[in-house]
Nanobody, 122 residues
C-alpha cells in the first residue's frame, strides 16, 4: 500500500501561483511514477501531469503546458506541482496518484490521495 497526502491548495487570484505537495508513505517512493489529476465541480476527473520514478521524464496535458511544472524529491518522498499563471478554469480539487508504471500512472493509477482544493478567482 502507498498512502498519499496532498497539501498546498488554497485560493488565489487569476495570474497567481501555488505549489502543491504530495508526500508518500508505505512503499519505496522511488519505485513509483507519480501523477497529478484534477476534478472540477460537475466534471470528470482529468489528468494534469506525470513524472517518472527518477524524475527524468515528464508529461503534461495541453491546457497546463508552460504554466505547470511537476517535480519530485525522492529523498523526501514528495512530488510537487508548481502552478503559475493560474486561470479560473484551473479551479478544481487536485489529487496526486501513484503507479509503478509511467504509462499507467497517466491512465489508471493504483493509489490516490484525498485531494486539495485550488480556487482561482477572476
Amino acid at each position: 500500500q502507498v498512502q498519499l497526502v496532498e497539501s498546498g491548495g488554497g485560493s488565489v487570484q487569476a495570474g497567481g501561483s501555488l505549489r502543491l505537495s504530495c508526500t508518500a508513505s508505505g512503499r519505496t517512493f522511488s519505485g513509483y511514477a507519480m501523477g497529478w489529476f484534477r476534478q472540477a465541480p460537475g466534471k470528470e476527473r482529468e489528468f494534469v501531469a506525470a513524472i517518472n520514478s527518477w524524475g527524468i521524464n515528464t508529461y503534461y496535458t495541453d491546457s497546463v503546458k508552460g504554466r505547470f511544472t511537476i517535480s519530485r524529491d525522492n529523498a523526501k518522498n514528495t512530488v510537487y506541482l508548481q502552478m503559475n499563471s493560474l486561470k479560473p478554469e484551473d479551479t478544481a480539487v487536485y489529487h496526486c496518484a501513484a503507479n509503478p508504471s509511467y504509462t499507467r500512472v497517466k491512465i489508471s493509477p493504483d493509489y490516490w490521495g484525498q485531494g486539495t482544493q485550488v480556487t482561482v478567482s477572476s
